[in-house]
């Protein structure tokens, strides 16, 4: 036995064997459950199976070539077209629309011939004669090997045609390119075979030189998996979800370091460096307080700081182990605008939208419970009525743009008064409110009032060129001399202010 002897099987069997079988190993593991993986594996296998059946048959003597032909080599061939036609049904989508009496049965009908085959004694498909030349034992070409050959391209036409419809069905260009790449494997595929199937090369190359040919296919395959993502693995999936989540989703280790941060989590947190950025530098300690408890996160509102900003956001997260070491992954929404929109429908529910000062509602809500507090402390507590006068006729002659400005400066002018010891409140059209307390006594409120008339009184509003001043009535009432509720505290000052206001008017 020379070198030649060792490295040409070698090269003609054993690489071709390992080729195929990482090829079937890789594409079945990628996703198990998937046809189109299983169904490429099982071709990669039947490849693996025929370059196998050389390598023993170029082991043993030629008196057991026949017999491997007819048993192995012939009925692993017979079973190839049809697993290819199957893949490509499966991929086009064409077995969707098949009925389920034939798919996928129909496409290994040339299988039928293997147990004829065996039953009658004789060798429809296989070289029954072979004849040793140099290291090989080439098989003497019959009709049966021709028939094989040709039936088998005409199945690979089919499939061939099958693509091309598929491709023409294809929605997106990725999907008709890994057509295409199918579809040009097949061609040369077909091309080889024709040369290296019905021609021979004996002596010069290894028998059945036509079986590289399934290299070339899977080649380009393998081609279309790496440029398209085609037959990628089953978690490629989610990787892409990972990436394309318009939630920021971060995976983080047991010291607080984020392992992993998807471009939205980046987006989210441009005033951070993710790659370098612990716990504690963005999230609340809320959040803190939960992940080193390991408690639930489900809906978990909470605020985070991205740089010197705070983010309102929604997190959702579960304890995961990655690498054998206990990690969280969190899934982080930010509702920052929608919690801006939620504050200002609270803010206009209880809030007047011209003024900003408390509407009617807010303001009797307010002013019980100071009531209340009054109650319990002895204190006691002053409700005061403004009425702007004559601000009709000044909306009249000015317009509605001068009244809305003259009721806008009102209000600032009385919460600038009122301040921290009460609360103002837009009672309607021209009628403010206020309550204060705690007030010492009935003297002390009207030195509130007298203060707040004359800075309304001799203030004068800057409008398109002109100065408008505005004239009031202002009524006052004392908790508990004057009522024990809201409503009594209000109808007496109103009935104070009006008193004021008839005798300013009979004065004049």
């Known amino acids: 036995m020379n070198l030649s002897d060792v490295l040409n099987?070698?090269?003609?069997?054993?690489?071709?064997m390992l080729f195929f079988f990482y090829m079937g190993l890789d594409v079945w593991l990628r996703n198990p459950k998937k046809s189109e993986h299983r169904l490429i594996s099982l071709i990669s296998g039947g490849y693996f199976l025929l370059f196998l059946e050389e390598y023993i048959r170029y082991?043993?003597?030629?008196?057991?070539?026949p017999g491997l032909a007819a048993l192995w080599f012939s009925n692993v061939g017979v079973a190839l077209p049809g697993l290819g036609l199957h893949f490509a049904a499966k991929f086009a989508g064409i077995d969707k629309r098949m009925p389920k009496w034939l798919y996928p049965y129909l496409f290994y009908v040339p299988l039928l011939i293997v147990p004829v085959s065996f039953m009658s004694g004789q060798r429809f498909i296989s070289a029954q004669e072979f004849i040793a030349i140099g290291l090989w034992k080439w098989p003497v070409y019959n009709g049966p090997y021709y028939a094989a050959l040709t039936v088998s391209l005409l199945i690979s036409s089919l499939t061939l045609a099958i693509l091309h419809q598929g491709r023409a069905r294809a929605h997106s260009r990725e999907h008709r390119a890994i057509f295409y790449l199918l579809m040009v494997s097949i061609m040369v595929t077909i091309c080889w075979t024709i040369v290296f199937g019905y021609f021979s090369f004996e002596g010069r190359l290894p028998p059945y030189p036509y079986l590289y040919g399934g290299i070339i296919w899977c080649f380009m395959l393998r081609l279309a998996m790496k440029k398209y993502d085609f037959l990628n693995f089953n978690t490629q999936r989610y990787e892409k979800l990972f990436h394309m989540n318009?939630?920021?989703?971060?995976l983080v280790g047991a010291s607080g370091l984020i392992r992993e941060a998807n471009p939205s989590a980046r987006q989210l947190f441009d005033h951070i460096d993710l790659d370098r950025a612990g716990l504690r530098i963005w999230a609340s300690q809320e959040l803190m307080d939960r992940l080193q408890n390991r408690q639930e996160l489900s809906e978990l509102e909470t605020t985070i700081r991205n740089g010197d900003r705070e983010v309102d956001v929604l997190i959702d997260?579960?304890?995961v182990t990655v690498d054998n070491e206990p990690q969280v992954i969190l899934i982080i929404r930010n509702i920052t605008l929608q919690k801006e929109h939620q504050r200002q429908i609270a803010f206009l529910a209880y809030h007047d939208p011209l003024t900003n000062l408390?509407?009617?509602?807010?303001?009797?809500e307010k002013l019980n419970e100071a009531i209340r507090e009054a109650e319990v402390m002895q204190h006691k507590l002053a409700v005061i009525l403004i009425d702007l006068d004559d601000f009709k006729e000044m909306n009249d002659r000015y317009g509605h743009?001068?009244?809305?400005e003259l009721l806008r400066q009102t209000a600032r002018i009385i919460q600038e008064t009122v301040g921290p010891m009460g609360m103002a409140a837009r009672l309607g059209g021209d009628e403010f409110v206020l309550f204060i307390h705690p007030v010492s006594s009935a003297s002390s409120v009207r030195e509130i009032t007298r203060q707040l008339e004359a800075k309304l009184l001799h203030t004068d509003f800057p409008y398109a060129n002109e100065s408008l001043s505005l004239g009031m009535s202002i009524g006052a009432s004392l908790y508990p001399d004057d009522g024990q509720v809201g409503d009594e505290l209000l109808s007496r000052a109103d009935k104070s202010m009006y008193q004021i206001k008839r005798a300013r008017k009979e004065l004049q």
Do not use: K, T
């Open 9 to 16: 099987p070698l090269g003609a069997y054993l690489l071709p």
């Open 59 to 65: 082991q043993l003597p030629i008196s057991y070539s």
């Open 246 to 250: 318009p939630a920021a989703i971060l």
């Open 317 to 319: 997260g579960d304890y």
């Open 358 to 364: 408390p509407n009617r509602r807010y303001f009797y």
């Open 401 to 404: 743009e001068a009244g809305d």
